[in-house]
């Protein structure tokens, strides 16, 4: 009984969740008699930006992307971004607005913070990996948004200011377990 209401669940937020893409021309592979160049390099860029880590740091410096900038210095974004509590709603609404890679951040923590919600997060997350490589996604949200929540600590001087590094190795830890889930699912696909 659990799992019929879990996969009808998944089925209408799966037809929720592609219906916007597909509308966009996001995950539409056909042309169309509206394809156009400029569609096609908007498609590209909306999933490259999908793979792209926020913050990439070498042994001198922390680079930030735009995105990295934005959650920075604004906060009224940042207020969309990181909650108290996160739930499976908020993260249907993002991606409803179609902030894809917010609405993934927040899938991580329903994961990381409501055990009981894990299996339907793996599954929601499998869901996508026909269209995106959620690995990278993953990794990428990972990357963009967890060095400025905070709870893990502060922006001082536009920098973060890491004040509890085990928040953030918890996040890499759950980052690292919907990862191997994903392979492990790939690997029983095929």
Not at 48 to 73: C, F, P, W
Not at 134 to 143: G, I, P
């Amino acid at each position: 009984m659990l799992m019929k209401k879990i996969l009808l669940s998944l089925s209408i937020l799966g037809s929720i969740l592609i219906c916007p893409l597909l509308s966009s021309g996001h995950l539409n592979a056909q042309a169309s008699p509206t394809h156009s160049p400029e569609k096609e390099i908007n498609s590209v860029q909306w999933v490259e930006n999908l793979y792209e880590m926020g913050v990439q740091i070498t042994e001198d410096s922390m680079r930030l992307t735009a995105e990295a900038r934005r959650v920075v210095s604004d906060s009224m974004y940042r207020i969309a971004i990181y909650r108290d509590v996160y739930h499976m709603q908020g993260a249907n609404l993002l991606f409803s607005l179609q902030q894809y890679k917010i609405a993934f951040w927040h899938l991580l923590n329903v994961y990381t913070y409501q055990p009981d919600m894990r299996n339907i997060v793996v599954e929601y997350i499998l869901s996508f990996d026909r269209a995106l490589d959620m690995e990278r996604v993953l990794t990428a949200v990972f990357y963009t948004y967890a060095f400025f929540d905070p709870a893990i600590g502060p922006i001082v001087n536009g920098k973060p200011d890491i004040q509890h590094p085990e928040v953030m190795d918890e996040k890499l830890a759950r980052t690292k377990e919907l990862v191997n889930a994903i392979h492990h699912y790939r690997s029983q696909k095929g």
